[in-house]
């Protein structure tokens, strides 16, 4: 028995599959997000490195931070003189391995980011927190103290150091040179007294 044909006008009952289908959903997709985008502005063709734009950026007072997060930690926490040029941008605790871990985020005066973290985890354990699947570099010398050297995701170093029961850890885009001046910073800082 033959199937009737459907007259002009009806839908094929079957609807389209294989690879033709599948590329016109992705264009009506790609097209839908890219008016939506364009509209709300949220995109830019930006070549080359990201541009930070240094007058919106989020300011904190580390020293505050650091002074609301003393009494949750079980080691003293150094609070670090930084030139101007240096904003201070975020703030976090973290849980490592059993124990808290404080860290404060900075835009260097090259628009590069740099980080310091403050625990007393062990250091494989406070490492893979900031870097996931670490790689043992070497060391570098910063502040009078040798730095045991990683390179984490996204290539950035990491660089950590034991201070009196305190492990410090620098990390972030920011070169060498930026690393070394937060390092020499953390290490003759001095530490909050909470109230």
Known sequence: M????????????EPQRGPAALLRSFLVVGVAVLVVAGLLRACSFAPGAPQVDRESVPRIDPAAELLG?????????????????????SSDVVLVAGTRAARVGWVTPDDEFARLVQSDADEAAL?????GDPTATGTVQAGGRTWVTHTGRRGEPIW????????????GSA??????QLAEAALVAPFVVPR
């Open 127 to 131: 490492v893979v927190s900031e870097a």
């Open 69 to 89: 997060d003393a009494p949750t930690m079980r080691i003293p926490l150094r609070v670090p003189a930084l030139p101007a040029d240096w904003i201070p941008q």
């Open 2 to 13: 033959a199937t009737p044909s459907p007259g002009p006008g009806a839908r094929d009952p």
């Open 160 to 171: 950590v150091a034991d201070v009196d029961g305190v492990r410090l850890l620098v990390t």
């Open 175 to 180: 070169t060498p040179e930026r690393l070394t």
